[in-house]
């Protein structure tokens, strides 16, 4: 008896798991409001949105979420120990208060080893914003991406030669743009990620020497831009990239 009361309770705790699941799969495929809104239907649907493994902020000018919203739900999540697999997070920012929040946050998010995807949206307004030394330091990460479009002379900067990575076997996409990053530290990255598929550099390559994508087996897409062609002297060398089929 004892027994068939484990295995039912065991069956029971996956079927709850099951329904769960299947609820955060239906609230993923809305808009944040929608998904929120699902939470009055039920304590299930309440409990399968606070625990939502996949997390997306949209902060700024006219928008109805708050840098506080974002501060309590991730607060919430590193007190109940909630995994987080996805953070997306698009945020204005005004002020140096501002960045320096947003920046707390990014590095307590990526560091969780749940991490797979992480993509910044950073729109600076009146701020300059560092990229934390643990941005790559998820041991399960797949994909990062950082936008930055120039907004007057405000930039989002990677300051570390040699930012702690940990994601060497995992990383397959990497998006930097109008990002500032050191050559040493982006040699660092590609040279350390060896199973990358897709790279796009846009416009954070500026005063290079040199980029080299070499010995990477299983990239297909390589996409570099700068701010000033013209003005660009950078060299590209490219070699061991067997599978490469879209360049530009």
């Known amino acids: ?17 099951d329904v769960v699941e299947l609820m955060q799969n239906i609230q993923s495929r809305l808009t944040v409001k929608e998904a929120a809104r699902t939470s009055v239907l039920s304590k299930s649907w309440l409990h399968a949105w606070s625990t939502f493994p996949n997390l997306r902020f949209d902060v700024g000018r006219g928008k109805s979420m708050k840098l506080v919203d974002v501060e309590r739900t991730l607060i919430r999540y590193h007190r109940d120990n909630t995994p ?15 960045a320096s929040q947003a920046e707390k946050w990014i590095g307590r998010v ?17 701020a300059s914003f560092m ?7 998820s041991e399960n990460l797949t994909k990062i991406r950082v ?19 940990k994601c060497m076997s995992s990383l397959r996409e990497l998006h930097l743009e109008g990002v500032s990053i050191s050559e040493e530290a982006l040699h660092h990255i590609l040279s350390s990620c060896c199973l990358l598929v897709k790279i796009e550099l846009l416009h954070s390559c500026e ?6 994508v070499k010995n990477l087996p299983r990239l297909y897409e390589l996409n570099i831009s700068f701010a000033s062609l013209y003005e660009n002297s950078t060299a590209l060398e490219i070699s061991d990239v067997p599978k490469l089929g879209v360049f530009s």
């Open 147 to 165: 936008s930055a479009p120039r907004i007057h002379s405000n930039s989002v900067w990677m300051t570390a030669t040699n930012p702690v990575i």
């Open 1 to 17: 008896m004892i027994v068939t009361n484990h295995h039912r309770r065991n069956r029971m705790r996956r079927e709850v798991e």
């Open 84 to 98: 987080i697999k996805r953070f997306d997070l698009k945020i204005d920012i005004a002020n140096q208060e501002s």
């Open 131 to 137: 990229l934390p030394d643990e941005i790559l330091a």
């Open 207 to 212: 005063g290079f020497k040199t980029i080299k």
């Open 110 to 126: 990526a560091t969780k080893t749940c991490l797979k995807e992480i993509s910044l949206s950073l729109f600076l307004w009146g």
